[in-house]
């Protein structure tokens, strides 16, 4: 019993000198200047950011961060835009502008240190991205419209 008290003890004496804030610093900063728009995010880890600047009407954002250390920024702009970003693993990053009507974006990214930079400027344009492994990058410019690219990297 006097072992049970002595980790008990000193269990309780970790937690006050450690504060839950430092264990999992997450933020997710939403901007949201448009109609009928929606958002929709979760992370789960620690030190995971996303920063969505959400502008037009009718767009549609759907983010997952799971894992440690993930960044997403997405810039979002126009009519019924769509956007879903999944990051699995830790310090991935992924940058994502999409200005213009009818654009969808679908991006994985599961490893570690995997970059991606992606913008849509037009209309009707289609990306399929996803990015298995370590230390991937990836820069696509869709300029135009009717456009689709599909990349897989592993």
């Known amino acids: ?7 008990c003890k000193a269990l309780l004496v970790l937690a006050i000198c450690i504060p839950i804030n ?4 997450n933020s ?6 448009s109609e009928f728009s929606q958002v929709t995010g979760s992370q789960l880890g620690q030190n995971l950011r996303a920063n969505i600047l959400q502008k037009g009407s009718q767009g549609n954002i759907r983010l997952s961060q799971r894992g440690d250390s993930n960044q997403s920024d997405i810039s979002q702009d126009g009519l019924e835009n769509e956007i879903l970003l999944v990051q ?4 991935n990053e992924a ?4 200005n213009g009507d009818n654009n969808s974006i679908n991006l994985l990214q599961q ?3 995997n970059k991606l930079s992606m913008v849509q400027n037009g209309s009707s344009n289609k990306a399929e991205l996803k990015q298995y492994g370590y230390y991937k990058n990836l820069k696509i410019n869709q300029i135009g419209h009717y456009m689709s690219v599909t990349v897989t990297q592993r």
């Open 28 to 33: 997710f900063d939403l901007d949201q200047e």
């Open 1 to 7: 019993m006097k072992t049970l008290n002595a980790i």
């Open 111 to 113: 490893g570690a240190r």
């Open 88 to 91: 699995i693993g830790f310090s």
């Open 95 to 98: 940058s994502v502008i999409q």
């Open 22 to 25: 430092t264990l999992a610093e």
